[in-house]
């Protein structure tokens, strides 16, 4: 059944929400007093479209129901979560908390996207103290799957559990935080970057783009897919953390950050730090930055789940839960639905040759796993290699484009395998693929007879494949 | 002219500086008195080989020549750069530099991998302290391009200068500090963040595990890309930086970090760390960890590189300047040489079968270009679109293999164009392409003659090429 979320507060962060809830298949109904609210939350809508389904290797979820309501009854109405993503002003908060709580399911979660309140805080004046917790995300919503899950003691015994389990479905990383302190994990260290880099620029150390590139280039990309602690148990060596954090205790009394101290706020400063940003990214508007930012992220993403490593990790065992299930295979059958993503697109500003091997790589995968082909069959058994592919090209493909494969098979006789791919965008055929596969040992890696139970089923599908004829575009291989 | 570099101090920072330089094609020479210094740095330099090489579509220079000497005098010797990697103790350092001075060039740069000393306290026994600069570097420094370059006002004029244009062609990434100060920038954050992690553990708010995720799960992708300022310069969105800035005023006086205070480091602490550390990532060993985190690195790299942003930029730029120069068109030339990246594997444990053709695709944008298709043809006026690819799959390709491909014009008519490939893998043919593209006009996205000049060019190339025979595996596209 469809799930519905209540999103309060639409800006960059409530519009992130309803945009990561909106494409995995929610209801979102959004309540946001500004009047720009509709027009601010469809443009992050247009933004998140594009991103999201890049980092998936599947179609996702068909889009849920986005509505706009007027007041807070009615946007709560249903809602099994409910986000809230106000202002950062507690009594504003915890006004809204009572609204909420006169209307809303008892069951429902309220989660608040606070960077600093604990939620004893917010709790405080709550009818119910025990439905709302901390769900603090990370911007942009829609990509980075980071959510900071904090209780208090007052918060219902399987509260966080529920809302961990619930994010989850949604492709979320809910971090449950031990004990409730002011904001809670990431950002006080985000703080104490922020505190430091105000005195670098105050003190004429560094400027704004001096100081993204200490960062960047270097131990950015680090706490990219490690974090500190890991970061610092390789560079220690065999030697092991203890020794290595022991050599770290004289440093703590070097004069190695201002941190005991905080510099003043001046408009001076202020100034100081807008105009180096202007000179550093000025030239970009925001809209061409946050395109170029999650152009980026996609592409980090993408390259760690290709790895099933950090973040990689968290987007491949999430898409495991939305692969299409086996369809009949009997007849022709769809072996691909994707959204192609921002990294496939080549020089010529459409979707490169290779992708279209690629994505018949994947819908070849995904019809031999169906046969048996599975991780477990090839670690120990046997594997179909490639042995000739012939692509004809249709019609461009461009990025952001949904595409999708239907795989006949054309023969099937032993170790051989000849499948056909066609695959389409936007209603037309885009391309036809040939695969000519050969079954393989994995123990010699040479070619060998499949297992019969495997190739019996084969020749059935074969046969019944027959029946719906030649493909145009067929022979391409097989020919010496 | 090789270059010749002297590396004092071969451990993780000194064996990760040895092995870019050496992949790079200079020479180098080590001095190092642990007995077990010459085993540690040949087994950084096989990770390396693997890595560093992996960023590049290109293939390195031919590696350089690495010596051990077991004196000063001897590793300096010819040497312009020379890198000192010593333990962080001031004396030590500063006695070293006397005895390098008494015989090293007085042109050569000398840096220190020092993260915390100040230049001028480096330079101060110094014979000759203009010759000294701190060069910081992030492990691993194979694959993380920033140096910090800092020097102080008894530094030559000219020096930091030189280090920039020194390093930048080894693919590193300098940045001039405007000013020494202790931990000069990127570790500064470091130590502020460390030192908030510290209190964090110790007051059972977060284990190093959840920590590490706080970081990789969220801002840690942001970081790997843009940095600090450009991050929240998006995330204030129109309203300015100005603003954005402004609103964070009163966070400054909250408490969100315990920054203004330094833990202790007891042994409680850090047997608290070393055994929250062994319950994250004890299941893996250092080296398992070292080969995790280059592949890790070299995906995102990689993918910001096809981006061509951040660090992305930086690796595009220099391979620019290692690409291979434009050979005698009218022979089968080589349009490919690389290695295989660790991200080209599939679940055969071997380079899929779309990365042959990804191959193929870059050897076929060389021979483009060097027939005229430049970037600034295909954005004004035409380029060349694959119709149809016919590929023979004839040896399995493993990851840090090195390919390569020469290519064939088979025929040129008009707006029709035949290519094919031979790929080679450890002097075997590995696979063969045949490539059939039409030339497009990019205003109207369809075929098109090409410009007379281009069509003159490859007809005569075609002509020249036929001379070579007819490769086998030719004839699988164009039936139709």
Known sequence: MTKTAAILGGGVIGGGWAARFLLMGWDVRVFDPSPTAEETLNAMLGRARRALPALYD????????????????????????????????????QKLYQQVQSVCDPEAIIGSSTSGFMPSELQSCATRPEQIIVA?????????????????????????????????????????????????????????????????????????????????????????????????RVAGGPAGMAHFISQFGPALEWPWTKLMDVPELTDELIEMIASQSDAQSGHLSIAELESLRDGNLIGMMR??????????????????????????????????????PTDWVDGNGHMNESRYVQAMSEASDRFLLWIGTTPDYIATQGSWFTVENHVRYLAEVMIGDRISATTKVLEAKGKKLKLFYTIRCNGEVAATVEQLLIHVDMQTRR???????????????????????VPEGAGGTGRR
């Open 58 to 93: 599947v179609a996702l979820p068909a889009e849920g129901k986005l509505s706009f309501h007027g007041t807070i009854s009615e946007a709560v109405d249903g809602a099994v979560w409910i986000q809230e993503s106000a202002p950062e002003r507690l009594e504003l908060k």
């Open 447 to 469: 070619a060998g007879e499949p297992p019969a139970e495997m190739a019996d089923l084969l020749t059935r599908i074969a046969e019944a494949h027959a029946a719906f004829g």
């Open 136 to 232: 603090h995300p990370f911007n942009p919503v829609y990509l980075l799957p980071l959510i900071e899950l904090v209780g208090s003691d007052k918060t219902g015994p399987d509260t966080l559990d529920r809302a961990k389990d619930l994010l989850e479905t949604v492709g979320l990383f809910p971090l449950k935080v031990r004990q409730e302190i002011p904001a809670h994990i990431a950002d006080r260290f985000l703080e104490a970057v922020w505190r430091e880099a105000l005195w670098l620029i105050k003190d004429g150390i560094a400027t704004t783009e001096e100081i993204d590139d200490a960062i960047r280039m270097g131990f950015g990309l680090r706490w990219g897919q490690m974090g500190l602690f890991e970061t610092y």
């Open 303 to 340: 390259s760690l789940k290709a790895r099933g490593s950090a973040v990689g990790k968290v987007l491949a065992d999430h898409e495991k839960t939305i692969e299409p299930v086996m369809p009949d295979l009997m007849v022709p059958m769809i072996t691909l639905d994707r959204q192609v």
